[in-house]
């Protein structure tokens, strides 16, 4: 993001990258394995276009940034093996993201998939990767996505959805909400947020108005605005991808409707776009709520140096795919493997320890290399993971629209 949520350690795309890097055409055939000493392919499949297409390419740069690093100043990994970044668009489509993950699983044959802004993405590409034994790199926050039986194979490098709809209810409450409404996407990111926002809301003693759903793609969302905003309740949670959040919003205001609106920072900044689509009136006093990264930590400062990424600027998607990089890269040292089926198991032992703090991934590899253990501290969250994925520690930025910028507001755990 452009604004403040690329502003400020441990989630938004840089604002102008160079270039954006299609699938290769390699022409090897399906039962082609890598040998060793060949370049280990990692896949990024990351929207270049649809709701998400403003943090596809920061997502894609980070990657291609922390390979370069660990290889230029680690040595690659296994003696030496250089990685490689593949990279698809996923269109913020589950037909697109299936046909791309297709090409780098059967064509690139790459050994991991990272990126996955969109849960419904990563839903749709799940399947495929379990079938491959291929570990699948998610930065979409709904709850779906790392249930079930998944191997061992699918890892969450964001926030889980369900604990953000906790920590929305939260800060309205903490703002002076006592009264409050849901305005809530059908889709798997946002709905899974809202039974804990009700729950937590009620729970700190608010009341909630009413919960509404709509469809995304709809022509008009008037009906749906008037239904809840003409309650007036004091707060509206409004979770969404970017260009309904901008098409509420214009009813909204169209309606002079005065409750507050909470929606998530990827759509309510979104690298700007937000406000550039409705502009500084309409976007006036809007809060958002992201979970973001440490930007005091080393492990951030380091992602930022070598990513280009500006001071006092908090790039959360980059810097959790950089962590998906860094993360694969240890786990392969580790394992001594390449083979997805088993530098996998060794993803919780590189980054849960016990063992000495590494905060980048080539002072991983150089400790790994002296036979010492290590416990990866990462620049998008210095978390943990618990057995099925999902990741622990995650610190929350609270952020209000003023005059057209985003103003951080507070940090919310």
Request: hydrophobic share 40%; charged share 20%; no cysteine.
């Amino acid at each position: 993001m452009t604004s403040i949520l690329n502003r400020g350690r441990r989630g938004a795309a840089l604002a102008t990258l160079s270039a954006i890097v299609g699938l290769a055409a390699y022409t090897l055939p399906a039962s082609t394995l890598a040998q060793d000493g060949d370049p280990i392919r990692i896949g990024i499949l990351a929207p270049l276009s649809g709701a998400g297409g403003a943090y596809g390419p920061g997502m894609i740069e980070a990657a291609k940034r922390a390979a370069e690093f660990i290889n230029t100043d680690a040595g690659g990994v296994l003696n030496g093996r250089t990685l490689e970044i593949v990279a698809a668009d996923s269109e913020t489509n589950p037909t697109a993201g299936v046909a791309s993950a297709r090409k780098l699983l059967d064509v690139n044959k790459v050994v991991a998939i990272g990126g996955l802004w969109s849960s419904s993405v990563a839903l749709a590409v799940r399947p495929l990767t379990l079938e491959r034994n291929v570990p699948l790199l998610v930065t979409g926050t709904g709850d779906e996505v790392t249930q079930g039986d998944n191997h061992g194979l699918v890892w969450r490098f964001q926030a889980r959805g369900s604990d953000w709809g906790e920590v929305f209810a939260r800060a309205a409450y903490q703002d002076g909400a006592r009264t409050a409404s849901v305005l809530a996407q059908q889709a798997p990111a946002w709905t899974i947020m809202v039974d804990p926002f009700v729950r937590e809301f009620e729970k700190q003693g608010g009341k909630i108005v009413d919960v509404v759903y709509y469809n995304p793609g709809q022509s008009s969302y008037r009906a749906e605005v008037e239904k809840v905003f003409s309650k007036n309740p004091d707060a509206v949670f409004l979770p969404s991808y970017l260009p309904e959040l901008s098409a509420i919003a214009r009813e909204v205001y169209r309606g002079g409707f005065t409750s507050k609106i909470y929606s998530n920072s990827s759509a309510a900044d979104a690298e700007g776009a937000f406000v550039k689509n409705v502009g500084a009136e309409v976007s006036e006093g809007i809060h958002h709520i992201q979970s973001i990264p440490p930007a005091e930590s080393t492990a951030y400062k380091t992602f930022a140096q070598h990513t280009g990424t500006p001071e006092n600027t908090l790039a959360i998607f980059p810097s959790n795919v950089w962590d998906q990089i860094a993360v694969m890269a240890l786990a392969i040292e580790k394992s001594g493997s390449a083979d997805p089926a088993v530098f996998t198991k060794a993803i919780l032992d590189v980054v849960n320890g016990p063992g000495e703090t590494v905060e980048n991934p080539v002072a991983g590899l150089q400790a790994l290399r002296a036979g010492k253990d290590i416990a990866y501290s990462g620049a998008g969250a210095d978390f943990e993971f618990v057995p099925t994925g999902d990741q622990l520690h995650r610190s929350y930025g609270h952020f209000i629209i003023t005059k057209g910028t985003n103003q951080l507001k507070g940090l919310i755990q």
